[in-house]
T-cell receptor, first 111, second 111 residues
Framework: DTAVSQTPKYLVTQMGNDKSIKCEQN?????MYWYKQDSKKFLKIMFS???????INETVPNRFSPKSPDKAHLNLHINSLELGDSAVYFC??????????FGEGSRLTVL | GEDVEQSLFLSVREGDSSVINCTYT??????LYWYKQEPGAGLQLLTY?????DMKQDQRLTVLLNKKDKHLSLRIADTQTGDSAIYFC???????????FGTGTRLQVTL
């Protein structure tokens, strides 16, 4: 069973569209994260939720809106997609303060 | 603030040892990690070290931490072609459970 799963794995879309990436973890963790990896492989945290509450919100355009319906899910919705949003987005989960477990990534390509 | 730096590229011959270096700036780091990312794949935790330790050995992997100089290294003994990947150091500091990644080192193993 996959511990942290993201869907879709690949997403190709046009500029200006709205898209969502979903993440689910079955580890019973209380904290979930979204990270962005750009074309140079730099990894930056975007958001973190602990028990469905937003605890980390880095400088991310407000076109990005995370939603955590419950502790096991953290979805990322992106409005008005831009070329610069092309990246691999990684979801992760942890028990607060503990080791992070990462999903396999969702590669977003904006044309 | 956090800033985690690594050299971008390292090439070693199969069978030699690899040493990947990392420097960080946040003196309140509690845990420091090494992650491996193979092409097209997610992030795999290799090992970690608590900030009050200066060395940790795990099979072929040796982690050295110099807290005074804020320097972390990962030594891979008897490097194999399967070790070719990007290696990220990462730190957790503060109470927000936020993992900050280094810039990544691409390790190339040649025959």
């Amino acid at each position: 069973d996959t511990a942290v799963s993201q869907t879709p794995k690949y997403l190709v879309t046009q500029m200006g569209n709205d898209k969502s990436i979903k993440c689910e973890q079955n580890l019973g963790h209380d904290t979930m994260y979204w990270y962005k990896q750009d074309s140079k492989k730099f990894l930056k945290i975007m958001f973190s939720y602990n028990n469905k509450e937003l605890i980390i919100n880095e400088t991310v355009p407000n076109r990005f809106s995370p939603k955590s319906p419950d502790k096991a899910h953290l979805n990322l919705h992106i409005n008005s997609l831009e070329l610069g949003d092309s990246a691999v987005y990684f979801c992760a989960s942890s028990q607060y303060g503990g080791e992070l477990f990462f999903g396999e990534g969702s590669r977003l390509t904006v044309l | 603030g956090e800033d985690v730096e690594q050299s971008l590229f390292l090439s070693v011959r199969e069978g030699d040892s690899s040493v990947i270096n990392c420097t960080y700036t946040d003196s309140s780091s509690t845990y420091l990690y090494w992650y491996k990312q193979e092409p097209g794949a997610g992030l795999q935790l290799l090992t970690y070290i608590f900030s009050n330790m200066d060395m940790k050995q795990d099979q072929r992997l040796t982690v050295l931490l110099n807290k005074k100089d804020k320097h972390l290294s990962l030594r891979i003994a008897d490097t194999q072609t399967g070790d070719s990947a990007i290696y990220f150091c990462a730190e957790i500091a503060g109470t927000a459970s936020k993992l900050t990644f280094g810039t990544g080192t691409r390790l190339q193993v040649t025959l």
